[in-house]
């Protein structure tokens, strides 16, 4: 039997709408349905009158492999005030009636033509694989930032929803291991939000803390203040100077009413009682039981995770388009005259505790980024890469002095470290070697024009090296 879903103008037939050349599926709050059936859409309008409904529904289409449907636009009617940041992320926009579909048109049309321009093939990798699907969403919806929301269903308290939607809640910790690749991989640039603490076991965030007693870690303990009586020095707890009959307090020592404090006495710290064993004493123990897997740690030994908002580099805008290349692939002990980027970090370490008691000791570090070089790689492949990167590191080798050190942080960053030489000296250097290199490029592949970035910088004595060489990269990527 045919149903009719009617506006004004706008009417449904059997939930299906063709309109302006789209076809739209009016899917009703809380009816079943098969999701592959709803793949010949152009577009869906979802009634989210039931939130948790809403919010299943969405992450199906959002977590779907296929992109014919996590990149389909759906549209909500009768939605109430959204507050859940699956569905406030994860819709395309909102209606108060059919009347509204017109309006959405130019919508579809341009999620289509964004959705037409994204790269394919398929990698073998899960975090590649992974991140291109997260980062054709973002490209054809036109946003460059990935935000944190508080949220009570992840097992961290926050939630990215746009990759967040591809893992169950209780796997919300490697949304982080796969942001924090990301970043290594300079797809997308961190800004400081929040730090969470998770469970050393299960890395869960919902953690119980408690203060426990030292001695039976019972958590069943009384506390109240310690009394320094002054003029006999006599300190106890408060229950020692109290009486049954009235609230003056006197003191168990000399029997003088203590009446002003800060004048006859005051209250230095509190002493704490273990109910289940007696034991009395000042500083007690904190831990934190795991609600998850149960585990009961020291607050000590959890796991600190910063929440941070992510911002895409330009690598990573364009690698919806040109594909997420990988560069797990290449390391730097491969690659003669160039050293592991640990192994440079702990020398970089130790250079500078001899900067601190020497200074006649002089350091600068010089980072060359390489904006284009991945478009470079996959015409040339990547058996080619590493003879590629060989051959810069030893255009750059002859350059500098044999105790410098080099590093190929990934294949479109590498870093040298410059010694007793001065900051202008080695500017000029690097700008001879970033010539050397354009040069080497254009000869050798068909006139490629490798667009180089570069960075000089004293060595800093206060800022930890990583955290320098952090700040110089971003700044070079975010330039470009």
């Not at 997260?134 to 944190?148: A, E, H, I, Q």
């Not at 020291?298 to 929440?307: E, G, T």
């Not at 006139?447 to 700044?475: G, H």
């Amino acid at each position: 039997m045919e149903t009719s879903l009617t506006t004004h103008k706008i009417a449904f037939k059997d939930n299906v709408l063709s309109f302006y050349n789209k076809t739209f599926y009016y899917l009703e709050s809380l009816s079943s349905f098969a999701i592959e059936s709803l793949q010949k859409y152009d577009a869906i309008i979802l009634d989210a009158r039931d939130a948790d409904f809403t919010r299943i529904i969405l992450r199906k289409f959002r977590s779907n492999p296929d992109m014919t449907f996590y990149l389909k636009p759906v549209f909500l009617i009768n939605a109430r005030e959204i507050t859940d940041p699956y569905i406030k992320e994860l819709n395309d926009g909102t209606l108060s009636s059919f009347d509204q579909i017109p309006e959405i048109i130019n919508d579809i049309n341009d999620i289509s033509l964004r959705t037409a321009q994204l790269e394919h093939s398929n990698s073998a990798s899960f975090e590649v694989q992974l991140f291109k699907k997260v980062l054709s969403y973002m490209f054809t919806r036109g946003t460059n930032n990935l935000k944190p929301y508080p949220d009570i269903n992840s097992a961290i308290g926050y939630s990215y929803p746009v990759i967040s939607v591809n893992f169950d809640s209780f796997e919300e910790s490697k949304v982080l291991d796969h942001l924090e690749w990301a970043e290594k991989e300079n797809l997308i640039w961190p800004d400081f939000y929040d730090r969470v603490y998770l469970c050393n076991n299960c890395k869960c965030g919902h953690l119980s803390y408690r203060e426990i007693c030292p001695n039976c870690d019972s958590a069943n303990m009384r506390s109240e203040d310690l009394v320094h009586h002054f003029p006999c020095g006599y300190i106890g707890a408060l229950s020692d100077f109290k009486n049954n009959i009235d609230t003056a307090l006197s003191c168990p020592k000399c029997s003088k009413n203590l009446r002003h404090i800060g004048v006859d006495y005051d209250k230095p710290s509190v002493i704490n009682h273990c109910q289940n064993c007696n034991e009395v004493f000042q500083d007690y123990l904190v831990k934190a039981k795991c609600v998850q897997c149960g585990n009961d740690s020291d607050v000590q030994f959890l796991i600190s995770k910063n929440i941070h908002v992510y911002k895409l580099t330009k690598k990573g805008r364009t690698a919806a388009l040109s594909g997420v290349f990988n560069s797990d692939f290449v390391v730097s002990d491969q690659v003669n005259g160039a050293i592991d980027p640990k192994m440079f970090n702990t020398m970089m370490h130790y250079l500078r505790e001899r900067m601190k008691s020497n200074a006649a000791i002089t350091s600068n570090i010089a980072v060359l980024y390489f904006e284009n070089i991945f478009d470079l790689y996959r015409t040339i492949g990547r058996a080619k890469e590493q003879e590629l990167l060989s051959e810069m590191v030893s255009v750059i080798r002859s350059n500098v002095a044999p105790a410098d050190f080099i590093s190929i942080n990934n294949p479109s960053v590498i870093t040298i470290c410059m010694n007793d030489a001065s900051t202008e000296t080695v500017q000029l250097t690097i700008l001879k070697i970033k010539k050397t290199i354009e040069e080497l490029v254009s000869n050798n592949f068909q006139k490629f024009n490798l667009m180089i970035q570069s960075a000089v910088s004293p060595l800093s004595k206060e800022l930890a090296f990583e955290k320098q060489l952090q700040t110089i990269i971003k700044e070079l990527v975010e330039k470009s």
